[in-house]
């Protein structure tokens, strides 16, 4: 009989402990069918943060390593500059990078250092009970929101695939989504290229990755999905922001 789909071999057999419709386990399973793809499961060392992805380790056959709320950036900049042949892929929520961790991603960018960063926006604190990120949108209900975030007192959402593209040291930026198949397969495309630029010896390349949060939002998957395709991406478009090598 044919084999038409298979668990990733980059993958341990434990169930993903991840809510149901979180777009976590999507992108998880796409980074192992790339890592089965390319060969590189003896070369890649994932470097975790702190949120919902803090178990991943339980998940991937990878070397691993879970860094401080926020400081993903710092310490896979000590380990590729201390084993540059190896694959060492950055892994972060909206929370964990774009609150605590700011300044570590963006020093990180400016040094252009030689790391692949895979960015999980979900427009909230999906692990520590629902509270607003700093890229929760205008008006959306949190638990540290319920009347609606207000950019007057609590800023705009932060566009990182934007931002992130005007610094130097970033060759590559893209937004994506994992809402429908169709973009899902533009993620895969998305993050096997930032992997593969990585293995060239080129500088930071940056996939940010739109992911519904069923539990946090407080709906049901189905309905998380359309929340992603009519309340995130006209906030956060999807496309290049940033690729050096087509620029040039």
């Known amino acids: ?72 950036p710092a310490l896979a900049t000590g380990i590729k500059r201390a084993r540059p042949q190896n694959l060492v892929v950055v892994y972060q929520g909206d929370g964990d990078m774009v609150s605590e961790g700011m300044s570590e991603i963006i020093h990180a960018a400016i040094r252009g250092e030689k790391f692949s960063v895979i960015f999980v926006n979900n427009a909230i604190y999906g692990m520590t009970g629902g509270q607003m990120a700093p890229t929760t949108l205008e008006g959306q209900k949190t638990s540290t929101t319920p009347y609606g975030k207000s950019i007057a007192h609590e800023g705009a959402p932060v566009n990182m695939a934007e931002l992130i593209s005007n610094i130097t040291g970033c060759i590559y930026s893209e937004r994506v989504a994992v809402n429908s198949p169709r973009n899902i ?34 709906l049901k998957p189905l309905k998380s999905l359309d929340f992603v395709e009519d309340n995130m991406i006209p906030v956060y478009p999807l496309g290049v922001f940033k690729d050096t090598e087509v620029d040039h």
């Open 1 to 72: 009989m044919q084999v038409v789909y298979k668990r990733p071999s980059a993958l341990q057999d434990n169930y993903f402990k991840y809510c149901g419709g979180c777009g976590h386990a999507i992108i998880n399973k796409l980074i192992a069918e790339i890592i089965d793809e390319k060969g590189w499961l003896g070369d890649t060392i994932m470097v975790w943060p702190i949120g919902c992805s803090v178990y991943a380790d339980q998940y991937f056959k990878t070397d691993s390593i879970c860094a401080l709320h926020g400081r993903a």
């Open 185 to 218: 397969a533009m993620t895969k495309k998305a993050i096997r290229k930032s992997l593969e630029l990585q293995m060239e010896g080129k500088g930071m390349s940056f996939v940010e990755i739109l992911s519904p949060c069923p539990t946090g939002w407080g």
